[in-house]
C-alpha cells in the first residue's frame, strides 16, 4: 500500500485561503487515483474532491469554484487549493489513494476557519 502524509493545515480566517499538501511513498504514485475528502465534528466523513490518474477532477457542490485539486507525479503529492474558506468548511482533512480495491488513507489535518 502507499503511505500518506497530509500537511497544510492551520486556523485562517473566514475567506482567506490554504493549500494542503499529501505526500505519497511505497509505491507508483501515478498508478493511484487521489482524492480528499473531511470530517467535521459530528457528521459523516464527505469526499470533497478527487483526481484521476488522467488529472480528470471532480468536486462536491459545496466547494465547486473555491477548491482546486491538483497532482505532481514527479513529487509524488496531491494538492487541495482551497480559497474563500467558509466557517463550515472546518473539517480534519484526510487525503485517500485507491487503485482498484487497494485504498490507503493518511492521518489528517485539521483546518479551522474562524474569526
Known amino acids: 500500500q502507499v503511505q500518506l502524509v497530509e500537511s497544510g493545515g492551520g486556523l485562517v480566517q473566514p475567506g482567506g485561503s490554504l493549500r494542503l499538501s499529501c505526500a505519497a511513498s511505497?509505491?507508483?504514485?501515478?498508478?493511484?487515483?487521489m482524492g480528499w475528502y473531511r470530517q467535521a465534528p459530528g457528521k459523516q466523513r464527505e469526499l470533497v474532491a478527487t483526481?484521476?490518474?488522467?488529472?480528470?477532477?471532480n468536486y462536491v457542490d459545496s466547494v465547486k469554484g473555491r477548491f482546486t485539486i491538483s497532482r505532481d507525479n514527479a513529487k509524488s503529492t496531491v494538492y487541495l487549493q482551497m480559497n474563500s474558506l467558509k466557517p463550515e468548511d472546518t473539517a480534519v482533512y484526510y487525503c485517500?489513494?485507491?487503485?482498484?480495491?487497494?485504498?490507503?488513507w493518511g492521518q489528517g489535518t485539521q483546518v479551522t476557519v474562524s474569526s
Open positions: 511505497g509505491r507508483i504514485f501515478s498508478f493511484y487515483a
Open positions: 485517500n489513494a485507491r487503485r482498484g480495491t487497494m485504498e490507503s
Open positions: 483526481i484521476s490518474t488522467a488529472g480528470n477532477t
